[in-house]
T-cell receptor, first 114, second 115 residues
């Protein structure tokens, strides 16, 4: 029983395309996150939602649009993909927001833009 | 701005030796400091964390120390084993009035334990 799951695991697409990544957690957590891990392994927060409400919105191009239909799901839609978007995208969740709760990561989605 | 510096970037030790990874942070309001281990091709997983009201925490072969005055914290792994080989990330929460749960991660340390 996977706690945080993401689909797809791999995504290969061409520049200019639009793609979505889906994330689901079955932990009953209130807060979910999207992280980007670049080729140098650097992990950077992109967005966070608490109970479907956006609470963290980092300096991310507006081609990236998160959407949380309910507190168990957080999707990431990317428009007009660019080469620099190639990375591993991790979804994560925590019991609550507030900075002192363990974040559980999903398996990651490796996005390759050609 | 918010920043977490992590050193060293790579660390190679013999099996059975100890390994130490150090991090410094910039936000004096940070109050939560987790450490994550990421094996090759896998997700980051929490191995230990410490809160600002504690100076040291230990879990079997892993320990973390925190010096709030100096704004640095360290991970200590004793009796290293080949399965400890991974990338280790420190992180610090962004605290104060904007405590949104945001974690700032260090750059990662690739630990190699040689048999």
């Amino acid at each position: 029983d996977t706690a945080v799951s993401q689909t797809p695991k791999y995504l290969v697409t061409q520049m200019g395309n639009d793609k979505s990544i889906k994330c689901e957690q079955n932990l009953g957590h209130d807060t979910m996150y999207w992280y980007k891990q670049d080729s140098k392994k650097f992990l950077k927060i992109m967005f966070s939602y608490n109970n479907k409400e956006l609470i963290i919105n980092e300096t991310v191009p507006n081609r990236f649009s998160p959407k949380s239909p309910d507190k168990a799901h957080l999707n990431l839609h990317i428009n007009s993909l660019e080469l620099g978007d190639s990375a591993v995208y991790f979804c994560a969740s925590s019991r609550q927001w507030g900075g002192q709760y363990e974040q559980y990561f999903g398996p990651g989605t490796r996005l390759t833009v050609t | 701005g918010e920043n977490v510096e992590q050193h060293p970037s790579t660390l190679s030790v013999q099996e059975g030796d100890s390994a130490v990874i150090k991090c410094t942070y910039s936000d004096s309001a940070s109050n939560y400091f987790p450490w994550y281990k990421q094996e090759l091709g896998k997700r980051p997983q929490l191995i230990i964390d410490i809160r600002s009201n504690v100076g040291e925490k230990k879990d079997q072969r892993i320990a973390v120390t925190l010096n709030k005055t100096a704004k640095h914290f360290s991970l200590h792994i004793t009796e290293t084993q080949p399965e400890d080989s991974a990338v280790y990330f420190c992180a610090a929460s962004i605290g104060g009035s904007s405590n949104t749960g945001k974690l700032i991660f260090g750059q990662g340390t690739t630990l190699q334990v040689k048999p």
